[in-house]
């Protein structure tokens, strides 16, 4: 993955299994879900982005939600856009920006991750569902792009410009950090 990169072996992966299916003379559903798949999963929706993927103090660099009491993926879908325009909204209301990353999720300066999941968990609400219930999060941390090999430590950057100090956290630190994380928030772990 390192040296190929995500994208690149998402595009392959897919082309590999339409080819698959189509010697098979199958739909892609049914070769992806087996012969008894008869309807699509819920979404997962990127609504935050931080990290490589967006211009912004934000280390961790995808924050997203996952509509898990959605009966199908039209009213997961629905719920989902119906956050994250609760989202843009409560970010204009605190004047932050509603600019996006690379991923399509918005793109504010904040403090810390702590503080995009509070805004986040704030819109779940603003949108009229309840957080564990019907909508869970999920994080794509990319701790990858946060290590730093010479000291064998995870930096954040972001973190640390916003606090005025440096931001280091050991793979113990950052093990507890997940879990106050999960802890505090509905994050699917």
Known sequence: KSDLGANAMLGVSMAAARAAAGALK????????GTNAKRLPVPMMNIMNGGRHA??????QEFMIMPVGACCFSEGLRMCSEVYHSLKKLL?????????????????????????LRFI??????????????IMLALDVAATELYEKTSKKYIFEGESRMHGHKVVRSAE?????????????????
Do not use: Q, W
């Open 92 to 116: 204009k209301k605190h004047g932050c920006s509603t600019a996006v990353g690379d991923e399509g999720g918005f793109a504010p300066d904040l403090p810390d991750a702590k503080e995009a």
């Open 55 to 60: 211009d912004n103090t934000i280390d961790i």
């Open 121 to 134: 968990m704030d819109a779940v609400v603003e949108a009229g569902y309840k957080p564990r219930k019907d």
């Open 173 to 189: 630190e950052l093990i507890d950090y997940y879990e106050e994380l999960t802890d505090e928030f509905p994050i699917i772990s």
């Open 26 to 33: 199958m739909p892609l559903y049914s070769y992806l879900g």
